[in-house]
């Protein structure tokens, strides 16, 4: 289906997902396999999971009779580049994925070559040249060829963004170089990874926003603060969310529940239980009326109404460490319409849909305690790097 509607592809899968890297995920019975823009069959329904293409490689998962999952990885042409049984494994980011045999992480390449050997307690991906590693209980960072750049001395860590990575060390946060060099120091209570050049710091329980160098350009005055996207950045104070820009200057009034970032020039927004989105000036182009929305990815958004549409995470089990994944789940019944809308509301395609459950996978900074403490981005509602939900059960402490 194109923006106006038209189908583009003939309807015969019983599910697809949206098209990432010129391919799309597609079933075909209880199983799974991919399409090319043109609809055709390249990649045959065979597997009972399947992933995003990212480099040219995807992950897929089937489940043997016992119920336990085989991970692999195949290439555009559905070979299997490796026979390497992984405990777990995640997607390919600048030509390296991690992968978890047994207890430990390593990193292997698109051609399912071990680069870097699983020795590490956990290891995020790589970003800009860098990887967070975790060695018993203190983090630092390798570069691609497996060399430890910065040696594990740290509390915590977060990835490297505008050449530098927060850090936590001795209970507080700063920001290092990728010579493990404090180019501000910590004194922060916590601190988020810079974007756009900006990050958001906690110090004496508010939140505000500092420049590369540590000059604060939006004092601490908040009670939660996100990263900026388009320049805006969505901050809460007396447990209302609204935006703020690089100055400091409130563009969009504290009075939302929740809130995305921004992304294609709008923001989703909820307002008394209802979805709609805003402009940057922070005036309803759509009118708060879904009971659950994405964002807007190339002028189309996923909405969903209907009395019983809501997501929930098991969050009472996630006890898991640092920055692992976790899910939520989209519900959804009988009576509820899953509908793509263009930006001026107008509906573009509607379906009522039968009782299904979605998995959505979110890409977690921190839990801790069983609680879901920062929602990164959610697919694939939002593009990879963009926005998540923001809200009372989405934040950072």
């Not at 016992?66 to 991970?71: A, D, P, S």
């Not at 390593?106 to 051609?111: K, L, R, V």
């Not at 497996?146 to 507080?172: E, T």
């Not at 379906?351 to 929602?375: A, C, Q």
């Amino acid at each position: 289906m194109d923006k106006t509607a038209k189908n583009l592809i003939t309807p015969e899968f019983d599910e697809v997902w949206p098209f990432k890297n010129h391919f799309a995920r597609v079933k075909k019975g209880n199983k799974w396999g991919f399409i090319n823009t043109a609809g055709d069959l390249v990649i045959k329904p065979l597997f009972d999971k399947t992933y995003d293409f990212h480099d040219g490689v995807a992950r897929v998962i089937n489940f043997d009779f016992w119920g336990y999952r085989h991970i692999k990885y195949i290439n555009k042409k559905g070979e299997i580049i490796t026979d390497i049984e992984f405990t777990d494994a995640s997607d390919f980011h600048e030509g390296l994925a991690k992968v978890l045999i047994g207890e430990k992480w390593g990193f292997i390449n698109t051609e399912g070559k071990f680069v870097i050997h699983t020795i590490y307690d956990y290891a995020h991906d790589f970003h800009n040249g860098f990887a967070c590693i975790k060695l018993g209980k203190l983090w630092g960072f390798i570069n691609k060829n497996g060399k430890i750049v910065i040696k594990p001395q740290f509390d915590k860590a977060r990835d490297f963004n505008n050449g530098l990575a927060a850090v936590k060390s001795v209970d507080k946060w700063g920001y290092i170089d990728n010579t493990g060099k404090f180019i501000i120091d910590p004194e922060y209570e916590n601190a988020r990874s810079f974007h756009e050049k900006i990050a958001a710091v906690k110090i004496s329980g508010k939140w505000g926003y500092i420049n590369t160098k540590g000059t604060y350009v939006v004092s601490p005055s908040y009670d939660d603060a996100a990263d900026f996207h388009e320049g805006l950045a969505a901050v809460l104070k007396n447990h209302k969310w609204g935006f703020v820009n690089r100055e400091g200057k409130t563009v969009v009034k504290p009075v939302f529940d929740e809130v995305y970032d921004f992304q294609e020039g709008m923001a989703a927004v909820k307002l008394h239980n209802k979805w709609g989105y805003i402009n940057r000036e922070g005036e309803f182009i759509i009118k708060p009326r879904y009971d659950w929305t994405c964002n807007f990815n190339n002028g189309l958004a996923l909405v969903l109404t209907g009395d019983e549409a809501k997501i929930w995470g098991r969050k009472d089990e996630a006890h898991y460490s640092d920055l692992e994944n976790f899910k939520t789940t989209l519900l959804y019944n009988t009576e509820t319409a899953m509908s793509y809308i263009n930006k001026k509301g107008q509906t573009v395609y509607k379906e009522n849909r039968k009782p299904v459950s979605i998995s959505v996978s979110t890409d977690i900074d921190i839990i801790n305690n069983g609680k879901l403490i920062y929602n990164k981005y959610c697919t694939p509602c939002h593009k990879q790097g963009g926005a998540g939900s923001i809200g009372p059960n989405l934040t950072d402490d």
